[in-house]
């Protein structure tokens, strides 16, 4: 069966600093891949998607990156965080572009102080 | 362009009694509507989604959903609530199935008091 990994769980991390999060894919081949950010008291805004290695689609500029060196492997990045970084981070994968239900993962909740 | 509007950010209700979330959408076209919940520091779990069959939606844990139209709705409901409901959740729409068009509502916390 298909399953969706991600970590850490739980993130601090000073203003300034780098950031890499990675989520990966099991059980499937050529998933659609997902960033998704949930701020506090919003619902989830998309970061980026991806449809295959080396594709990546900015939904909003902002001050993340995102890459994706192998097929079932997203991996969400900064250089330089800054406080608005702080939130929810949800990783998706769907089946082509047709959205019939993403499976989300578990999630990273990020603090920047 | 697409919308969607959770009536309530906080809906509580007591243990064995019904619950009501309420979701109105605005779309284009025929969307496709989702509710998700997410229990805390979880990921989404799909409860339900509507894509133009039966107007009347089941999906996991009890709960059920209604397609309105004419009201642009698709309101979450279950009969009983059971403590384990307690969490956020979401309601979904999608234009046209895009995986890209999607629009998420800002949430319902659901507190079941015993």
């Known amino acids: 069966s298909q399953t969706i990994h991600q970590w850490p769980a739980t993130l601090v991390q000073p203003v300034g600093s780098p950031l890499s999060l990675e989520c990966t894919v099991e059980?499937?081949?050529?998933?659609?891949l997902y960033w998704y950010r949930q701020a506090a008291g919003r619902g989830l805004q998309l970061l980026f998607y991806s449809v295959g290695i080396g594709q990546i689609s900015s939904e909003v500029p902002q001050n993340l990156s995102a890459s994706r060196p192998q097929d079932r492997q997203f991996i969400l990045s900064s250089k330089k965080l800054l406080l608005s970084d702080s939130g929810f981070y949800l990783c998706?994968?769907?089946?082509?572009?047709?959205?019939?239900?993403?499976?989300f993962g578990s999630g990273t909740r990020l603090t920047v102080v | 362009a697409q919308s969607v509007t959770q009536l309530d950010s906080h809906v509580s209700v007591s243990e064995g009694t019904p619950v009501l979330l309420r979701c109105n959408y605005s779309s284009s076209y025929s969307p496709s509507l989702f509710w998700y919940v997410q229990h805390p520091n979880k990921g989404l779990q799909l409860l339900l989604k509507?894509?133009?069959?039966?107007?009347l939606v089941k999906g996991i844990n009890g709960f059920e959903a209604e397609f309105k139209k004419s009201e642009t709705s698709f309101h979450l409901t279950k009969p009983s609530a059971h403590m384990s409901d307690a969490a956020e959740y979401f309601c979904?729409?999608?234009?046209?199935?895009?995986?890209?068009?999607?629009?998420f509502g800002s949430g319902t916390q659901l507190t079941v008091l015993p």
């Open positions: 979904v729409v999608s234009d046209d199935g895009s995986a890209r068009q999607l629009t």
């Open positions: 059980g499937t081949s050529n998933p659609n």
């Open positions: 509507y894509t133009s069959a039966a107007t």
């Open positions: 998706a994968w769907s089946v082509g572009g047709m959205w019939t239900g993403y499976t």
